[in-house]
């Protein structure tokens, strides 16, 4: 039980944990909104509406709860740009890797991407994270 304990208290351990909540519950406005918004458009304009929905909440839940820290110009502009990364890099381009040249339908193909970018947004936030509350202390 102490090492259970250990690791719970580890503070990167816990910021994985509410990273992990505050992008599920992000998640789960981008999927309602690329799922409704594909009725009527193509999924490339889904995939960027659902996004920049979530993305929104995402930003504040992300400073004041996962990295409990402050709102600042360098973790503001580290944020968005990485999820700017994300999403025009790792999201547009799994979409279109896996319903372009794999052909798979967009609804499938939309799971695994989410869940390979979800993976990828955590590492580039921490970095970004890290390195903005180091511009500022430092």
Same mark, same amino acid.
């Given at each position: ?88 890099? &790792? ?32 590492? &580039? ?14």
């Amino acid at each position: 039980m102490g090492k259970a304990k250990e690791i719970i208290n580890h503070t990167e351990t816990r910021q994985f944990i509410r990273f992990c909540i505050v992008g599920g519950t992000c998640a789960i406005i981008d999927a309602i909104v690329f799922y409704i918004v594909r009725l009527f458009a193509p999924y490339q304009v889904a995939l960027v509406s659902g996004y920049l929905i979530s993305l929104c909440a995402n930003y504040f839940l992300t400073i004041y709860w996962t990295f409990k820290t402050s709102p600042s110009a360098h973790n503001f502009v580290g944020i968005i740009g990485a999820h700017m990364f994300n999403l025009f890099v &790792v999201r547009m381009g799994l979409m279109w890797l896996f319903v372009e040249v794999f052909e798979w339908d967009d609804s499938i193909a939309y799971i695994p991407m989410a869940i390979i970018s979800a993976v990828t947004n955590f590492l &580039v936030i921490r970095t970004v994270v890290k390195f903005s509350k180091k511009k500022s202390n430092g």
